[in-house]
C-alpha cells in the first residue's frame, strides 16, 4: 500500500459499454494496491447503449463503485464536473472511458502526489498510431496556439487525465461558471503541478465520438474562456482598416489630380465594400461569442441534471442541496 488516504476514481461513460468492465477491473486492481480506502465514480453521460445496464451490475457487487447517471448527455466536462462535486477522495482522478488514460499510470500520479505536488497530469509524449501524424500535428497545435494567445499557460500535451489533491478539487468546484474547461481551470487554479509522460494507447473498444467539427467547438471553448486575444484582435483589424482606408483615398486624391482622366474603378469600389464588410463581420462575430457566454452565465442553469445514483453515500444525502451547480431529481433517485 502507497497511503491509507482516500483516492476518488472518476472515468465517464458515453458510449463505452464495450470498455466498461476492463476499465474497471484494471482499475480497481490498481487502486487496491495503492490503498483500502478508494472509490470509483464512474458518471454515465446518458449513454444511449447499454453502459448503465453494465454499470448497475458491476455496482450491485462492488460498494466502492459509485454510478452517476445524467438525466441527458451533457458533455464530458460537466460529467467530470458532476463526479468533482460527489467525491470525497483526498485526491481526485479523472480519466476517460476509453482506456486511453491507462489506469496504471494513476500509480504514478500518487507516487508523485506523496512527493508534495497538488496536481499531476499525464503528458501525451506520443498519440495512438490510428490518428495520425496530421491529427497528432494538429492537437499540438492547438495547445502551442493556446499558449501563445492564453493569459493562462496550459502544459502542451496534457489533457484531462491526472489526479488534483483535495483542495485544488475543492477550488475548482467553487468556481461558478458554466461552460467549464477543465484542464484550463486546472492551470488557472495554480498549485504545484507536474506531469507524467505515457504514450497514449488505441481505444480498447468502440470509435471516438470526436470529429473535426467538436475539435473546432474545443478550440473556440478554450480560446474564448481563457484569452482576451480575439477583442484585441478587433482593435488592430480596425486599426488596419482604416489605415487602408486612408491610403485609398490618397491614392484616389492623387490620382484625381495627377491622372484627371483616368478610369474610376467600380470593381475597386466592390472590392473595398466587400472587404470593409467582411471586417465588420469577423469583429461582430468575435463580440457575440463573448455575449453568448454572457448570456449562458446569467441563466445560472446547472451544469448537469442527477437522475440516478447508485451506491449512494450519505455525503451526497447531505450535501446535495449545497451544490447549486448540480440539480437532484429526487423522484429518480435509486439507491442500491
Same mark, same amino acid.
Given at each position: 500500500?502507497?497511503?491509507?488516504?482516500?483516492?476518488?476514481?472518476?472515468?465517464?461513460?458515453?458510449?463505452?459499454?464495450?470498455?466498461?468492465?476492463?476499465?474497471?477491473?484494471?482499475?480497481?486492481?490498481?487502486?487496491?494496491?495503492?490503498?483500502?480506502?478508494?472509490?470509483?465514480?464512474?458518471?454515465?453521460?446518458?449513454?444511449?447503449?447499454?453502459?448503465?445496464?453494465?454499470?448497475?451490475?458491476?455496482?450491485?457487487?462492488?460498494?466502492?463503485?459509485?454510478?452517476?447517471?445524467?438525466?441527458?448527455?451533457?458533455?464530458?466536462?460537466?460529467?467530470?464536473?458532476?463526479?468533482?462535486?460527489?467525491?470525497?477522495?483526498?485526491?481526485?482522478?479523472?480519466?476517460?472511458?476509453?482506456?486511453?488514460?491507462?489506469?496504471?499510470?494513476?500509480?504514478?500520479?500518487?507516487?508523485?502526489?506523496?512527493?508534495?505536488?497538488?496536481?499531476?497530469?499525464?503528458?501525451?509524449?506520443?498519440?495512438?498510431?490510428?490518428?495520425?501524424?496530421?491529427?497528432?500535428?494538429?492537437?499540438?497545435?492547438?495547445? $502551442?496556439?493556446?499558449?501563445? =494567445?492564453?493569459? &493562462?499557460?496550459?502544459? +502542451?500535451? /496534457?489533457?484531462? *487525465?491526472? !489526479?488534483?489533491?483535495?483542495?485544488?478539487?475543492?477550488?475548482?468546484?467553487?468556481?461558478?461558471?458554466?461552460?467549464?474547461?477543465?484542464?484550463?481551470?486546472?492551470?488557472?487554479?495554480?498549485?504545484?503541478?507536474?506531469?507524467?509522460?505515457?504514450?497514449?494507447?488505441?481505444?480498447?473498444?468502440?470509435?471516438?465520438?470526436?470529429?473535426?467539427?467538436?475539435?473546432?467547438?474545443?478550440?473556440?471553448?478554450?480560446?474564448?474562456?481563457?484569452?482576451?486575444?480575439?477583442?484585441?484582435? $478587433?482593435?488592430?483589424?480596425? =486599426?488596419?482598416? &482604416?489605415?487602408?482606408? +486612408?491610403? /485609398?483615398?490618397? *491614392?484616389? !486624391?492623387?490620382?484625381?489630380?495627377?491622372?484627371?482622366?483616368?478610369?474610376?474603378?467600380?470593381?475597386?469600389?466592390?472590392?473595398?465594400?466587400?472587404?470593409?464588410?467582411?471586417?465588420?463581420?469577423?469583429?461582430?462575430?468575435?463580440?457575440?461569442?463573448?455575449?453568448?457566454?454572457?448570456?449562458?452565465?446569467?441563466?445560472?442553469?446547472?451544469?448537469?441534471?442527477?437522475?440516478?445514483?447508485?451506491?449512494?453515500?450519505?455525503?451526497?444525502?447531505?450535501?446535495?442541496?449545497?451544490?447549486?451547480?448540480?440539480?437532484?431529481?429526487?423522484?429518480?433517485?435509486?439507491? +442500491?
Amino acid at each position: 500500500m502507497l497511503t491509507n488516504k482516500k483516492i476518488t476514481a472518476i472515468p465517464i461513460a458515453y458510449r463505452d459499454e464495450g470498455n466498461i468492465e476492463e476499465l474497471y477491473k484494471r482499475l480497481t486492481k490498481v487502486l487496491s494496491k495503492i490503498t483500502r480506502n478508494y472509490e470509483i465514480i464512474y458518471v454515465n453521460d446518458s449513454s444511449p447503449d447499454k453502459s448503465q445496464e453494465i454499470l448497475e451490475r458491476l455496482a450491485k457487487k462492488d460498494k466502492h463503485l459509485k454510478v452517476v447517471l445524467h438525466s441527458r448527455n451533457f458533455g464530458a466536462q460537466n460529467a467530470f464536473t458532476t463526479g468533482m462535486r460527489l467525491s470525497s477522495g483526498d485526491a481526485v482522478v479523472l480519466m476517460d472511458g476509453d482506456l486511453q488514460d491507462p489506469p496504471e499510470l494513476i500509480e504514478k500520479f500518487v507516487e508523485k502526489w506523496l512527493q508534495g505536488f497538488d496536481v499531476v497530469y499525464g503528458v501525451r509524449r506520443k498519440r495512438e498510431k490510428s490518428m495520425g501524424k496530421l491529427w497528432e500535428l494538429a492537437y499540438h497545435g492547438f495547445y $502551442v496556439l493556446f499558449n501563445k =494567445l492564453s493569459y &493562462v499557460k496550459m502544459p +502542451l500535451d /496534457a489533457g484531462d *487525465f491526472s !489526479l488534483m489533491d483535495r483542495k485544488v478539487v475543492d477550488q475548482i468546484n467553487e468556481l461558478p461558471e458554466k461552460d467549464r474547461f477543465i484542464r484550463g481551470l486546472r492551470a488557472w487554479v495554480g498549485f504545484k503541478q507536474t506531469g507524467v509522460e505515457y504514450v497514449r494507447p488505441e481505444r480498447f473498444s468502440g470509435k471516438s465520438t470526436n470529429n473535426f467539427w467538436k475539435n473546432l467547438v474545443w478550440v473556440r471553448k478554450a480560446i474564448f474562456s481563457f484569452s482576451f486575444a480575439p477583442l484585441e484582435w $478587433v482593435f488592430y483589424i480596425a =486599426l488596419i482598416s &482604416v489605415s487602408i482606408s +486612408l491610403l /485609398a483615398v490618397m *491614392f484616389y !486624391l492623387i490620382s484625381y489630380f495627377l491622372i484627371p482622366d483616368a478610369p474610376k474603378g467600380f470593381l475597386t469600389i466592390l472590392i473595398a465594400v466587400l472587404f470593409l464588410g467582411s471586417v465588420q463581420l469577423v469583429t461582430l462575430s468575435i463580440i457575440c461569442e463573448y455575449i453568448r457566454r454572457l448570456f449562458e452565465e446569467i441563466k445560472n442553469r446547472p451544469v448537469s441534471i442527477v437522475q440516478k445514483v447508485i451506491n449512494d453515500d450519505q455525503k451526497v444525502k447531505d450535501d446535495k442541496n449545497k451544490m447549486p451547480n448540480l440539480w437532484f431529481k429526487k423522484e429518480l433517485r435509486n439507491t +442500491l
